[in-house]
């Protein structure tokens, strides 16, 4: 299964990503987490120290020249080493670096573009790996060919107008690219919250509560994994993926299934 991970910056995007890459990881999946975001804390929040986290690929303005070139540049670089070549281990998963063009600061965006797309095409279209990409607010990365292999998108959100209004505008673009197997999961939801009434939210998955063992830990320490709250961590894990799989296209159709609310 191959899984993007969108929303606004600060709802838990990442957090969300690293738990389904290690909940997925733990169940015995071969499972590659790929940071595709400008904040680049994928690796923090799966407890890599700084000095174990690769550098982005998108800073590596040799490498990414040496495989698309200047000017008239390639638009199907080969990539096929850089996954292995380039990536790390986090806990049972691995972890690839690519960073975005958003945060490349300026310069060889075309160039950068151009070689993280293919990359991300590689992993998705190419390798039969279970993956989690986390992406930024928008669907920049994923191309119309891309999509055709992601098996999901899962849209995350806090319970704020801003937060919502942001993942339904995220999940407006994928459904253009002809990605329409959508989640949405709430982040940091208070029991009985009610969802505004925004036109083209996904269906939602999982609402998570705020973690009192994240909560204590996240002044000290940025891993969001082995918490206190793992078990039900990993059913709103179990929720998102079986929401998912019921909106496959190679899936029979399931009823929808209720909404995953985690016990505070």
Known sequence: MKLAVAGKGGVGKT??????GDHLARQGREVWLVDADTALSLGAAM???????????????????????????????????????????????????????????????????????????????????????DLEAGVEHLGRGTVAGVDGLVVVSEPSFRGLSVAARVAAMAAELGL???????????????????????????????????????LGDPSVLGLPEQGDIDAAMDAVLTALAAQSQDQPQHPRYAPCAMSS
Not at 107 to 126: I, R
Not at 184 to 211: E, K, M
Request: hydrophobic content about 50%; some cysteine; charged content about 15%.
């Open 180 to 218: 329409d197997r959508q989640v949405l999961v709430l982040n940091r939801a208070l029991p009985g919250q009610a969802l505004p009434d925004i036109p083209g939210l996904p269906p939602l998955a999982a609402a998570i509560p705020p973690l009192p063992g994240l909560v204590a830990r996240q």
């Open 47 to 133: 407890g890599l120290a700084p000095g174990d986290i690769p550098a982005p690929l998108i800073a590596d303005a040799d490498l990414i020249r040496s495989r698309v070139g200047t000017g008239m540049i390639s638009l199907t670089p080969e990539v096929a080493d850089l996954p292995e070549r380039l990536s790390v281990r986090a806990g049972l998963a691995r972890l690839l670096v690519m960073g975005s063009v958003a945060g490349a600061g300026g310069g060889c965006a075309c160039e950068a573009n151009a070689l993280l797309k293919a990359l991300l095409a590689h992993l998705v279209l190419t390798r039969d790996q279970w993956l989690v990409v």
């Open 15 to 20: 957090t969300i990503a690293a738990w389904l």
